[in-house]
């Protein structure tokens, strides 16, 4: 390319010659990334979901760095999803940074941002060599965790620390809508107001553009046609189109239910290691999660069925089934991801299902470092006493069988705690335990 056409690129995309459009600040990701650019001198790596919020979190942190007295000449951002970049490979990024250092003349080690990454070729070479010189401070972003986790681990080991952005928390939702929630005492009156947007963030998911957006149906069908086309299909040279269609729709229709993969295939009629193998490339764009059967011993928890979540349970009511039929079933889907995200930020949180031989079930074990720490059981109607003794049955037999004294049922709307031999259920509505969860997650890192 020629010298002019990379600066105009550039010059669209920086804050060189004006302020570029840095969407709503999401304060969580944003300290704990300015927390890891400071704190160390590793390469920064971000990956989620496409179209969770990735380039908007770097575009954010490169406006922060400026307001904090970093001069701008000393910042670079970098889009390779712009069409107008050719031959994307190590040649063209040797060609952005010789251009980026004539035209500003960087007068201290840059700021490197590099917004999906993982569409250039090798670029992983080019990202060590600058670091190992010292030649800039590299934050780079992908929507493919085990390309990115892949290549890191091969030629960046111990060279890079890691974050993972998901689409908005209710919070940040509830935000997003300027509906602002000061404290727990703040919801008082608002209950109402926050239950109304509860049912929309289960319905219509949480992408930010979507949450933004009127037109959300064909923003989300939009979106899969990209994850479907770029990320699975061209990405994973798939040559088998409609089987793998099909199974993501069979995933999304079956969202907080459990799978086997010949389970699976025998429905589709689809060889199970396709689906096998499918079912991986779906997990690493992060489109769909499976959930572990809690085991103290490995081999029965690979054999076990696993539960299937989505990313987002817009995407879930877009293409799998209908809102109102399975709405329980959507907002376990919603309490799992916010439990992801959780473990996200803290790497030593593990996630599992329980089950025993009576098919007795909790949707979430918790689990922190060796010891279990919370039980969580998803009930969205716990109105009628049958349901409501056989979701206390089962979470008395994994609080003795785990050894811990308090669980949690969480419905639409109950409020209440049981008390049931020594140990303490307690019961809460959706949308205040998502909230206390983020109120968790700010204290913990200092926001």
Same mark, same amino acid.
């Given at each position: 390319?020629?010298?002019?056409?990379?600066?105009?690129?550039?010059?669209?995309?920086?804050?060189?010659?004006?302020?570029?459009?840095?969407?709503?600040?999401?304060?969580?990701?944003?300290?704990?990334?300015? *927390?890891?650019?400071?704190?160390?001198?590793?390469?920064?790596?971000?990956?989620?979901?496409?179209?969770?919020?990735?380039?908007?979190?770097?575009?954010?942190?490169?406006?922060?760095?400026?307001?904090?007295?970093?001069?701008?000449?000393?910042?670079?951002?970098?889009?390779?999803?712009?069409?107008?970049?050719?031959?994307?490979?190590?040649?063209?990024?040797?060609?952005?940074?010789?251009?980026?250092?004539?035209?500003?003349?960087?007068?201290?080690?840059?700021?490197?941002?590099?917004?999906?990454?993982?569409?250039?070729?090798?670029?992983?070479?080019?990202?060590?060599?600058?670091?190992?010189?010292?030649?800039?401070?590299?934050?780079?972003?992908?929507?493919?965790?085990?390309?990115?986790?892949?290549?890191?681990?091969?030629?960046?080991?111990?060279?890079?620390?890691?974050?993972?952005?998901?689409?908005?928390?209710?919070?940040?939702?509830?935000?997003?809508?300027?509906?602002?929630?000061?404290?727990?005492?703040?919801?008082?009156?608002?209950?109402?107001?926050?239950? *109304?947007?509860?049912?929309?963030?289960?319905?219509?998911? &949480?992408?930010?553009?979507?949450?933004?957006?009127?037109?959300?149906?064909?923003?989300?069908?939009?979106?899969?046609?990209?994850?479907?086309?770029?990320?699975?299909?061209?990405?994973?040279?798939?040559?088998?189109?409609?089987?793998?269609?099909?199974?993501?729709?069979?995933?999304? &229709?079956?969202?907080?239910?459990?799978?086997?993969?010949?389970?699976?295939?025998?429905?589709?009629?689809?060889?199970?290691?396709?689906?096998?193998?499918?079912?991986?490339?779906?997990?690493?764009?992060?489109?769909?999660?499976?959930?572990?059967?809690? &085991?103290?011993?490995?081999?029965?928890?690979?054999?076990?069925?696993?539960?299937?979540?989505?990313?987002?349970?817009?995407?879930?009511?877009?293409?799998?089934?209908?809102?109102?039929?399975?709405? *329980?079933?959507?907002?376990?889907?919603?309490?799992?991801?916010?439990?992801?995200?959780?473990?996200?930020?803290?790497?030593?949180?593990?996630?599992?299902?329980?089950?025993?031989?009576?098919?007795?079930?909790?949707?979430?074990?918790?689990?922190? *470092?060796?010891?279990?720490?919370?039980?969580?059981?998803?009930?969205?109607?716990?109105?009628?006493?049958?349901?409501?003794?056989?979701?206390?049955?089962?979470?008395?037999?994994?609080?003795?069988?785990?050894?811990?004294?308090?669980?949690?049922?969480?419905?639409?709307?109950?409020?209440?705690?049981?008390?049931?031999?020594?140990?303490?259920?307690?019961?809460?509505?959706?949308?205040?335990?998502?909230?206390?969860?983020?109120?968790?997650?700010?204290?913990?890192?200092?926001?």
């Amino acid at each position: 390319m020629y010298k002019n056409e990379i600066l105009s690129i550039l010059k669209d995309w920086n804050d060189w010659e004006g302020r570029q459009d840095i969407g709503i600040l999401r304060s969580v990701y944003l300290n704990r990334l300015e *927390g890891l650019i400071t704190g160390s001198n590793q390469i920064i790596t971000i990956t989620g979901p496409r179209r969770a919020g990735k380039s908007y979190l770097m575009r954010q942190m490169a406006r922060r760095l400026s307001e904090k007295g970093v001069r701008r000449e000393n910042i670079l951002f970098v889009n390779f999803e712009d069409p107008r970049f050719t031959s994307l490979d190590t040649k063209l990024l040797a060609q952005i940074y010789d251009v980026y250092k004539g035209f500003l003349s960087p007068t201290d080690t840059p700021f490197i941002f590099l917004d999906e990454v993982q569409e250039v070729s090798e670029w992983e070479k080019w990202v060590r060599t600058m670091h190992e010189l010292k030649k800039a401070k590299i934050i780079v972003s992908g929507s493919n965790a085990h390309l990115l986790s892949r290549e890191l681990g091969t030629l960046l080991t111990g060279r890079h620390l890691d974050l993972t952005v998901f689409p908005l928390s209710f919070a940040e939702y509830l935000m997003f809508n300027k509906v602002e929630i000061k404290g727990a005492f703040d919801t008082v009156g608002k209950e109402a107001q926050i239950d *109304g947007f509860l049912h929309r963030y289960i319905e219509a998911g &949480s992408f930010p553009e979507v949450t933004l957006s009127a037109k959300k149906t064909e923003i989300l069908l939009n979106y899969f046609d990209d994850l479907l086309t770029k990320d699975l299909l061209k990405r994973f040279r798939v040559r088998k189109a409609p089987a793998m269609k099909a199974l993501i729709k069979y995933y999304f &229709s079956n969202a907080a239910n459990l799978m086997s993969f010949t389970s699976a295939g025998k429905y589709l009629q689809v060889h199970t290691n396709t689906v096998e193998r499918f079912s991986g490339y779906f997990e690493d764009v992060y489109l769909i999660f499976l959930l572990k059967r809690f &085991s103290y011993k490995v081999k029965e928890q690979e054999k076990s069925p696993r539960k299937i979540y989505c990313v987002d349970t817009g995407l879930c009511n877009s293409l799998g089934f209908r809102f109102s039929e399975n709405i *329980g079933r959507l907002a376990e889907n919603i309490v799992f991801l916010a439990l992801k995200r959780k473990q996200m930020l803290e790497p030593q949180t593990e996630l599992f299902y329980w089950k025993d031989i009576q098919h007795r079930e909790v949707d979430f074990v918790i689990k922190e *470092g060796l010891k279990v720490t919370s039980l969580i059981q998803v009930c969205w109607n716990l109105r009628d006493d049958k349901t409501k003794a056989r979701e206390l049955r089962s979470l008395r037999k994994a609080m003795k069988e785990l050894n811990i004294s308090t669980a949690t049922i969480i419905t639409e709307a109950m409020e209440g705690e049981e008390k049931l031999n020594g140990y303490t259920v307690k019961t809460v509505p959706l949308w205040k335990w998502l909230l206390a969860e983020e109120v968790a997650l700010l204290r913990v890192w200092n926001i």
